[in-house]
Each structure stands twice: as structure tokens, then as C-alpha cells.
């Protein structure tokens, strides 16, 4: 199974739609001047889903080497990658 693939398995699992890889964005993010994380943001195409039409993932490995994906619909405030990382940075997500 491929990056992509694992990806879209796990947004089809949380959110119950068809997912379609659509691009990929480099994000970094800074706070006060630094860098609290810089990685590649994947978005996907969505259908099926009623509340959005996209959906921004990524994955950060955790203390045993284990993916832990990250998927964030595009709902207002979230309208790039940029802001979907911001968003997952306040709620709480682990940082890269």
C-alpha cells in the first residue's frame, strides 16, 4: 500500500466518502519566528461527503515508527492546507 493510498483508506474510514488524490502543498508553519512544523500537506478530492467538497492529510510517525494520520475536512475557517495544519496544531495534533 502506498503513502496515498493509506492516506485515502483512512479518510474513506473517518469520513465516510470517495477520495481522490488532487495535490500535494508544502506547508511551514511558524510561531514567533520559528518553525513548529514543515512537511507536505496531501489533498483530496472528496465525493459523497455532505459537509465538504475537500479534505487535507498528512502523516507523522509516532514513537514506535507507526504512521499517525491527520485528515482535515475543508470547512470554514479551513479553506488551504496552510490553515488545515494551523487547525490541527491548536486542537492538539502532534507536530513534525
Excluded at 503513502?3 to 474513506?12: M, P
Excluded at 518553525?35 to 509516532?62: I, M, Q
Aim: charged share 20%; with cysteine; net charge negative.
Amino acid at each position: 500500500m502506498t503513502y496515498l493510498e493509506e492516506l485515502e483508506g483512512v479518510i474513506v474510514k473517518l469520513h465516510g466518502c470517495a477520495a481522490v488524490p488532487v495535490a500535494s502543498v508544502h506547508v511551514e508553519e511558524t510561531f514567533q519566528g520559528k518553525p513548529v512544523w514543515t512537511g507536505e500537506v496531501e489533498v483530496f478530492a472528496l465525493s459523497g461527503c455532505p459537509r465538504a467538497s475537500r479534505c487535507y492529510a498528512w502523516g507523522l510517525p509516532d514513537e514506535t515508527g507507526a504512521l499517525e494520520i491527520v485528515t482535515i475536512l475543508e470547512i470554514p475557517p479551513v479553506d488551504s492546507a496552510a490553515m488545515a495544519v494551523r487547525l490541527a496544531i491548536a486542537s492538539g495534533a502532534r507536530r513534525h
